[in-house]
């Protein structure tokens, strides 16, 4: 398979990711909801500007994504891959927020209370590579082209 279908079908069947921001040397992970935009080029996700993450990003807007398409077992990537993306997160302007909720919502249509709050902020990750890790001797980098 394809990097680039390989690294599609996770964005596409996986929901949730660990975002990773840092600041002063600390890093910080969270727990995100994410919606794949562009094909596997941006993620959307959501916070409130009142939190560490939303503080981290104003200081530092590089961030690390994992995403875990494993099943639960004691194998280290029983079923499935381990994706590490690197990117920028900038808030979304407020030309395109409309349609980028939507899509975020059409995906999470749980979220709707939360991202109608005025505090609640969608942020782009603009991906520059992904690590692609298939097993402990299995780790492969797809970079995307500018």
Request: aromatic content about 6%; charged content about 20%.
């Amino acid at each position: 398979m394809m990097p680039e279908s390989e690294i599609q079908r996770v964005l596409d069947t996986r929901r949730f990711a660990i975002l990773a921001t840092q600041s002063d040397g600390q890093p910080h992970t969270s727990l995100m909801a994410f919606t794949p935009m562009d094909g596997i080029r941006h993620l959307i996700v959501a916070t409130y500007r009142d939190t560490l993450k939303y503080r981290n990003l104003l200081k530092e807007n590089r961030v690390a994504v994992l995403i875990d398409s494993r099943t639960v077992s004691d194998s280290a990537t029983a079923g499935g891959i381990v994706l590490t993306l690197h990117g920028i997160a900038t808030e979304v302007s407020n030309a395109d927020r409309a349609a980028v909720a939507q899509a975020h919502l059409a995906r999470h249509p749980d979220l709707r209370a939360f991202l109608s709050s005025p505090d609640c902020v969608l942020l782009r990750v603009a991906v520059k590579n992904y690590e692609v890790v298939g097993g402990i001797d299995d780790v492969s980098w797809y970079k995307l082209a500018v």
